[in-house]
């Protein structure tokens, strides 16, 4: 059994505007431009992953990086929407 959920959003008038020719040129309704955006963005959001264990450097000089550092740089780089 397939569900539905109305819902509102509301949308800049400008965007409204903007967003009409495109609806008719594409014989699209908002209802499904609004599904299909949404699916995509599920489908594209990106998978959190972990470095292979890959140090370098003279740990013994205090001059190498470990994985654990290139791992949260790359954490930290990427913004909370990539760490899930």
């Known amino acids: 059994m397939l569900m539905h959920m109305r819902t509102t959003i509301d949308l800049p008038d400008d965007l409204l505007r903007r ?40 740990f013994g000089e205090g001059t190498g990086v470990s994985s654990e550092e290139i791992n949260r740089a790359i954490d930290e780089a990427m913004g909370p929407s990539f760490q899930g």
């Not at 609004?34 to 959001?45: G, M, N, Q």
């Open 19 to 58: 967003v009409r020719p495109f609806l008719e040129e594409r014989k699209m309704t908002l209802r499904a431009l609004v599904i299909d955006a949404l699916d995509r963005a599920i489908e594209t959001h990106p998978v959190p992953f972990t470095l292979r264990e890959a140090s370098a450097g003279d």
